[in-house]
């Protein structure tokens, strides 16, 4: 048996912050990097070896910072870069790492460089974006260069009355897309958006958007397949462009591979695995990992109907995890597993159950299934007290997510004109269940108001009407609470390190609809994993072939040939 080989990220367990919304330390009512640092130590104990905090760089914030107005200067609110030094080192001094977001496939408009590329046609920097004369309909109308639909809806392309000219942005107008095929502003993203933050001690990136930096020159129209609309979903043709595995491995070759450091990297729209190795095998040097999206986009509608939610079907779920922990076998590639992020609702509304009968057993549930797939791991804020979406009663006034809003008044426009009154329904539901707000609501601390995330009057956003039950103070105590098992399973997780983050992972009964178990096989030994993803009792027989031991349940009294409802079990053996 071919094993893969060790290095300090693989084994790594990942802490997602979100800063706005994970600790306020001067009663703003914002997170920020004091915040962060004051609670370092509980990531400690908790078992993090890797904090990932999602961008803090200077922004107007259309889109939560990742619309990037300065990539060397901290957001005023979070703090300042010597903040971030005080946090690197705090990380460090407890053996920790730490990495930032790297999101440079577009910046802010409110950026220097893309003031100058919009100030003139002829100014050097022009070309540093994408710039396209208007098309003209057959009555003479300006029409937009391509039919492309963003992922904000609406056009991709914005128009600039100074220049008389239009911009190319795949997500928000305020998000310009950088021309990557212009040399020059690839070196300057390597001196400004990394060298700058390497050398001050940074372990490495969550690479934003990474396969979307190369577009087709060509600027083509995509399919019409929404007949009713000028913009048309665009996604396929603008991932994966023809020039993007040479700027992945340029940006390695001349920045990452100077420094030790981790890249992962948010990969969609590949369902190749021969094409996601290319990425990711170790001798390709380009990443060292990417998120897999489809099994995140699961129960997403598709690329214009993202909200229209299809709750997701176990087989599905199954296979997909299933495709990307076989495919680094035999190769020099790496993978993740993850369920949460900041760009989707929790995981235990999505996959099990947040009835408060259920809410618990659920999130040990899945966090048995986290810690025991194989590849680094990836645990979003909140994920590890098991927190849950807000109450689905809660208006759209609470909804913050620029994604949210534009899809909403998209719906109600459509609605209003009875144009398709069936969209705002839609909408409104896929929101309370997939919602990008979902997963950046103020941590829960403690019972005090505003669950303890800040002393001020009022949090940036609603905090969960729940927090005086699911909190972290009330959990840090108790033996048998959801964070008391996180730890748990991470300290297992690290014991068993040859099973549990290198081992073979093996799908049984794919086609059972209730279940999911498999087994994850190393060197010396094995381990046998059941999971019952559904509120009733399952029967099961645990596999014959070997002496199979059980090491752990999420119940107190497991019962021979059954799995209780959301039970999950964690068996081992000899090989
Ligand atoms: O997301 C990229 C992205 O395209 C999606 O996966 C994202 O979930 C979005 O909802 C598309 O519908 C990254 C960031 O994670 C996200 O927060 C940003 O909004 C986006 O890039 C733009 O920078």
């Known amino acids: 048996m071919q094993m893969p080989t060790g290095k300090w990220w693989k084994e790594a367990a990942v802490y997602q912050v979100y800063p706005a919304s994970f600790k306020d330390s001067n009663g703003d009512g914002l997170g920020d990097i004091g915040g962060l640092i004051s609670k370092i130590d509980y990531l400690h104990d908790l078992g993090v070896d890797v904090v990932w905090l999602c961008p803090m760089f200077d922004s107007p914030q259309h889109d939560m910072g990742y619309d990037i107005s ?41 950026h220097e460089w893309f003031k100058e590329s919009r100030s003139s046609r002829d100014n050097p920097k022009r070309d540093w974006y994408f710039w396209k004369p208007a098309r003209y309909d057959d009555a003479g109308n300006r029409i937009p260069p391509t039919n492309w639909r963003s992922y904000f809806a609406g056009s991709t392309w914005t128009w600039d009355e100074t220049t008389q000219e239009y911009y190319l942005h795949l997500y928000a107008t305020q ?87 981790m890249t992962v990297g948010e990969l969609s729209l590949t369902p190749d695995p021969d094409h996601v190795l290319r ?25 214009k109907d993202k909200y229209d939610h299809r709750p997701f079907i176990l087989p599905e779920l199954k296979a997909a995890i299933t495709k990307w922990q076989k495919f680094i076998e035999g190769t020099d590639g790496w993978t993740t597993a993850f369920l949460e992020n900041h760009d989707n609702g929790r995981s235990i509304d999505r996959y099990a159950s947040s009835e408060p009968e259920f809410r618990e057993i659920s999130a040990k549930m899945l966090a048995i299934m986290m810690t025991t797939m194989t590849g680094t791991i990836f645990i979003y804020q909140g994920q590890e007290i098991g927190m849950i979406n807000a109450p689905k009663e809660w208006p759209i006034e609470e909804y913050k997510d620029i994604e949210a809003l534009n899809y909403y008044n998209e719906a109600r426009a459509l609605s209003i004109s009875g144009e ?43 905090v969960h009407d729940l927090y005086p039950e699911i909190n972290v103070a009330k959990q840090v105590p108790d033996e048998k609470s959801v964070l ?33 178990v498999y087994t994850k096989t190393g060197e010396r030994r094995a381990a046998l994993v059941a999971l019952n993803f559904d509120q009733g009792v399952q029967d099961f027989e645990v596999s014959t072939d070997k002496e199979w031991k059980l090491v752990l349940s999420n ?21």
């Open 484 to 516: 008391s098992f996180w730890k748990r399973m991470l300290r297992l997780r690290k014991e068993y390190r040859d099973l549990l983050v290198y081992g073979i992972f093996d799908l049984l009964d794919p086609g059972n609809e209730k279940t999911f």
């Open 555 to 575: 119940y107190d009294a497991p019962v021979a040939g059954k799995l209780a409802p959301f039970e999950g079990r964690v068996y081992m053996s000899a090989n």
């Open 70 to 110: 300065n990539y060397e200067k901290v957001y005023e609110p979070y703090g300042t870069v010597e903040d971030i030094d005080i946090l690197v080192k705090a990380c460090h001094d407890r053996g920790m790492r730490f990495i930032l977001d790297l999101v440079v496939n577009h910046t802010s408009d409110e």
């Open 175 to 261: 998000q310009p897309d950088l021309n990557w095929n212009c040399e020059a502003a690839r070196n300057a993203i390597y001196d400004s958006a990394m060298r700058f933050w390497l050398d001050r001690g940074v372990d490495g990136f969550r690479v934003d958007t990474v396969n979307k930096y190369s577009k087709p020159l060509e600027f083509h129209d995509a399919i019409i397949t929404d007949p009713n609309h000028y913009e048309q979903p665009a996604a396929y043709m603008f991932c994966n462009g023809p020039r993007i595995h040479e700027f992945v491995k340029e940006m390695h070759d001349k920045v990452i591979s100077q420094y030790d450091c």
């Open 420 to 462: 398709d009154p069936s969209r705002l329904p839609i909408v409104t539901r896929g929101l309370q269940i997939l919602g990008r707000d979902h997963g950046r609501m103020p941590m829960q601390w403690d019972s005090t108001a505003h669950s303890g995330f800040t002393t001020g009057d009022k949090p940036w956003m609603r």
């Open 279 to 303: 990425y990711v095998s170790a001798s390709a040097k380009q990443l060292d990992m990417v998120f897999h999206i489809d099994t995140g986009n699961m129960d997403h509608g598709g690329p």
